[in-house]
T-cell receptor, first 112, second 114 residues
Framework: GESVGLHLPTLSVQEGDNSIINCAYS??????FIWYKQESGKGPQFIID?????DKRQGQRVTVLLNKTVKHLSLQIAATQPGDSAVYFC???????????FGQGTRLTINP | ETGVTQTPRHLVMGMTNKKSLKCEQH?????MYWYKQSAKKPLELMFV???????ENNSVPSRFSPECPNSSHLFLHLHTLQPEDSALYLC?????????????FGPGTRLLVL
């Protein structure tokens, strides 16, 4: 069956360092992946997405890497800032489906 | 975040009460969603509406009743809920329901069932 999960429930990094948040998925038919950020008291906010025909996509200070061989997705945040503190969710979509399946989330905390 | 609004932000209700959650999107989207977010669990899709028509009911108990009078408004009517229904209820919208379009979420309604 399909499942989306995260390797670590929490991640602490020093301000200014790079953060890497990982996500594993099991559905080989997944063709679209997305990362969301959820700050305390707010709804999830889109960060970046990637389709299965790509291995890497870059945004502003963020990079998403997709390794289809091992069914692994990662979100890299460069020069982590206090405002990056949040819970990060990955989600995936099956090729034949129209809905997203969300992972549990990783809480990122920034140490000053 | 003002693109999708939800009211109320917080709600406490007894198991015999009837209440409604409201969602409004100002983005001109045609698809709207209800999600349930419980502690330590992934976001759970509940309902999907596309052009006011329900296209997905993810095996949600009948004590949750959605209503979509137009593409901009979505309601979730609640009655005879259980304590385990306590959660954050999130509304989202997207241009369509292809799954590959960014869903814009509201701030959620935090519900406590006593």
């Amino acid at each position: 069956g399909e499942s989306v999960g995260l390797h670590l429930p929490t991640l602490s990094v020093q301000e200014g360092d790079n953060s890497i948040i990982n996500c594993a998925y099991s559905n080989s038919a997944s063709d679209y992946f997305i990362w969301y950020k959820q700050e305390s008291g707010k709804g999830p906010q889109f960060i970046i997405d990637i389709r299965s025909n790509m291995d890497k996509r870059q945004g502003q200070r963020v990079t998403v890497l997709l390794n289809k061989t091992v069914k692994h997705l990662s979100l890299q945040i460069a020069a982590t800032q206090p405002g990056d503190s949040a819970v990060y969710f990955c989600a995936e979509k099956d090729r034949g489906a129209q809905k997203l399946v969300f992972g549990q989330g990783t809480r990122l905390t920034i140490n000053p | 975040e003002t693109g999708v609004t939800q009211t109320p932000r917080h709600l406490v209700m007894g198991m015999t009460n009837k209440k409604s959650l409201k969602c409004e999107q100002h983005l001109g989207h045609n698809a709207m969603y209800w999600y349930k977010q419980s502690a330590k669990k992934p976001l759970e899709l509940m309902f999907v509406y596309n052009f006011k028509e329900q296209t997905e009911n993810n095996s949600v108990p009948s004590r949750f009743s959605p209503e979509c009078p137009n593409s901009s408004h979505l309601f979730l009517h609640l009655h005879t809920l259980q304590p385990e229904d306590s959660a954050l209820y999130l509304c989202a919208s997207s241009p369509r329901t292809s799954g590959e379009e960014t869903q814009y979420f509201g701030p959620g309604t935090r519900l406590l069932v006593l």
